[in-house]
């Protein structure tokens, strides 16, 4: 199993060797995507786990009771429907269907289909759509 996460760090946890402990202690390959950490400055990791399931749990579970900040690295559409004025501009360049107007010329939005591809945040009016890639972990 692979998951992507980003781990902010502070500095006092700069200092510690949490990333080498985490890949010994609970068997999970490490891939650093990206760094930004200086030393008295804290920093920010997004890095992708590579193990079972179970361990990266434990994993994720260790690196928040040391005080690490993890957040899971993920794709998905966020809709503030309560704004929406129901013109139906999204619908136009959204493939799979996912938003549709309905008998009473009321937008719906069905998360299960939509692939996060994103058009809909350019096509809508009011900007009510946004492409999140974080959600606590």
Known sequence: MRR???LRFSPALVEQPI???L???YDVDINILNADVASGRGGKLIVEL????EN???S?????EVGVLVSEMVKELIFKQESCIHCGACTAVCSPKALSMDS???LVFDVSLCVVCGLCT??????LFEVSHEREA
């Open 104 to 106: 009473s010329a009321k």
């Open 4 to 6: 992507r996460y980003a």
């Open 19 to 21: 990333v080498s402990k």
């Open 56 to 58: 990266l749990d434990k």
């Open 122 to 127: 350019q096509a809508c009016p009011l900007r």
């Open 50 to 53: 590579v193990g079972t399931d």
């Open 23 to 25: 890949a010994r202690i």
């Open 60 to 64: 994720v579970h260790y690196l928040s």
